[in-house]
Every structure is written in structure tokens, then in C-alpha cells.
């Protein structure tokens, strides 16, 4: 089959013809690709070659497509049906830049009536980074998400923005409404504009950053208000402590580059509750993060890059199963239009044209709509 490949890390895009045709094994399906968002991980992984499993490697993680078979034991999909959400990353046979990939039948969306096959490739990463997840299930144990280096006042496993900060599914048919502010780093993003919106469904006043061209974007997914992120620090932390009278504690990196600016807002912003404890999430896996020093900071990491990978250890069995819990509310959200897909641009047409979509997509010039590449 045809698709596009990254031999090494740090090498360009190749068109392929001759690339094997992937088999589904047990609970996995195979799916014909026809659209494929375009995220910043694919380049991050094809300069660094982390959360590649194998060379040479086809990338892309944002799928929507049609089920063409069905692996033993699977009953959710059939064939013809399409499907939609975040494939392995950086596993051989998974990519959505070639076409026809696997996908695992209890991490994967099936597709509603009220969303189109382009609009479906615009959900995955930025559902499953922001979804709803444990936090308030019992049975949920175990710290596999936690920082190493960070306090932990939770005992619980965890994705994404809600998971790591405590926030509970949005419950259909309810609009509960909070006396809090929640923080998003990076709001005008695919990631930030779904974590936006549950966020405000789950009745937080949210309180994003993004440059003031990309206001609306935010607004419209549910921000209460935006901030510039280009301004120095010390303003940024006058504007929020201004809009939020310093009443938030959670504060998420949906761009996985706030870091530093996010403890600057939690240690000087925050009022905090009684317990003093506050809690910071952030898409970025990689780089070091420790709480200050007295600080009562909770920090949890994005393990993104565990998806699918069932047999490879607890903490990825861990996020396989919390994942498989989080997609059947996520799916009625999406099909009921509470969670709304993002506004698209297809900037590509069949594999010659996925390199030059990634250096587009880089380049930060779409005004904040995700970049697709039909590949069918």
C-alpha cells in the first residue's frame, strides 16, 4: 500500500508504495484512512524519534476513516462503519499517513450522524488529551500519571486536563455553573479549544490564553475570557489576579510551553483553599517539572503516548483502561452537540502533499483551525 514515511529520526517524509498492509488482530480493526488531522506530536517525533517504537515509521494520530476489517472478538464496529479518534503513536502499522491503519476497537469513536467524515478528524488528540476520566471513581487507585518530583494529595489515574485536575463528567442535560476560575495555557489550540469546552460544560469559568487574534476562537468554544500570552509575565499575572480575583487552583498547559509561567500564576495569583493544595496539568511529557518549594503544587503529565499500548506494563494498562471508560460519554457528548467539532482547513491532498501540510501546519499561519489532510 501507499502512505509516507520517516526512516530515522530527524528525516524528511518519503512517499512509499511498497509499505506492508497491516492485518487487525484480536480486538483491532482495520481502517481505510480518509482524513487525517495534523498535530504538533508528528513533528516532535519525527525530530526526536521519542514515543517511536520502531523505524522506519509511518506518523500521524488523528483518524477518521472506514472500518474495511474486523479483528476476532470485536462487536462495536462493522464493516463500512466510520470511525474516528487517536491511534498508537509511533507504532508501525498504526499511522494515519498511509492508507489503511489499525486502530483498537475500545479506544476508537464511531462516527455519528451529525458529524461529518472531515469534521471527525479534527476530535481525536484533543478529545482524549482533555476528556473527563476517573478522578471521582472509587475504584480508580493508582498514581501512574503523578510527576515524580511533585506532591500528590490524589490517588488516582489520569489523561488528560480533567483526570489530573479533578473535574467531573458534564452530565447530559444539566448546566451546573461554579464559583471558579479555570486556567488554560494555550487556549486557541485543538487541545485547548476542547479542553475549553468541557470545561465550561462542567460549569468552570474558564480563563484562556491565546494571542487577540485568536480571542473569538476561544470565546466560542466557551472561555469566559482570554489573555494575551505574548505580554511579559508580571502583566499576564496582574491581568488574571484583575479577572479572577485569584479564585482558581487549577491551572492546565494545553501547549505543553507553560511550565514555568503556569507556577508563577498558581504561586502568585492563586488564593487557594483551606487545604492550600492547587494542581497544574500539562501536555508536555518530557521536559523537567518540580512544584516550588512550599508551594502545595500538585503536577500531573499527558502520557499521550501510552495509548493502545496494552501489554506493555501497568502504568499503560492503566491509561487503556481509564481511556476505554472515557469514550462512550465522550461519544454521547459529541453526538448530542454538546462537544462541537473545531473549525478545519484541508491543506493537503493525497501523501506528496503530507510534508508540506506538516510545514504549513508548524508555521502557526491557519488561525487556529486544524489542519487536515484528505488521504483517501
Known sequence: MRGVTVASPGAPYEVADDLPKPSPNE?????????????PVETFMQSSGMMVTG?????GCDASGEVVEVGKGVSKFKIGDHIYGCTRLGVPGYGTFQEYHLMDEKLAFKKPSNVSVEQA?????????????????????????????????FKTASLGLIAGLGIEYPVAGETSKRDEWLIILGGSGSVGQYAT???????????????????????????SATFDYKLPLEEQVSTIKSITGGNFIKVFD??????APAMEMLVKCSNGKK????????TDDWSPMSAPERSS????????????????????????????????PLERLV????????????????FKDVASAVKLFDSGKLGGKKALVKVA
Not at 198 to 220: D, E, F, R
Not at 341 to 349: F, T
Request: proline fraction near 4%; include cysteine; aromatic fraction near 8%.
Open 55 to 59: 523505524w522506519p515509521v509511518v506518523l
Open 27 to 39: 480486538n483491532q480493526v482495520l481502517v481505510k484512512s480518509l482524513f487525517s488531522g495534523i498535530n
Open 297 to 328: 503544587i500538585n503536577i500531573y503529565r499527558i502520557r499521550l503516548g501510552q495509548i493502545g499500548r496494552y501489554g506493555e506494563g501497568s502504568e499503560q494498562e492503566e491509561t487503556c483502561r481509564v481511556l476505554e471508560e472515557a469514550i462512550v
Open 335 to 350: 453526538a448530542d452537540g454538546k462537544i462541537k467539532p473545531m473549525e478545519w482547513e484541508i491543506i493537503g491532498h493525497g
Open 121 to 153: 478528524a479534527t476530535l481525536g488528540v484533543g478529545l482524549l488529551v482533555s476528556f473527563p476520566s476517573s478522578l471521582f471513581f472509587p475504584n480508580h487507585t493508582s498514581k501512574v500519571f503523578l510527576d515524580a518530583d511533585a506532591k500528590s494529595s
Open 275 to 282: 487545604d492550600g493544595a492547587k494542581h497544574f496539568a500539562s
Open 197 to 223: 469546552q468541557i470545561a465550561s460544560l462542567s460549569g468552570y469559568q474558564v480563563l484562556a490564553s491565546c494571542s487577540p487574534s485568536k480571542a473569538q476562537l476561544c470565546t466560542a468554544a466557551g472561555a
Open 254 to 259: 494545553a501547549g505543553a510551553a507553560s511550565y
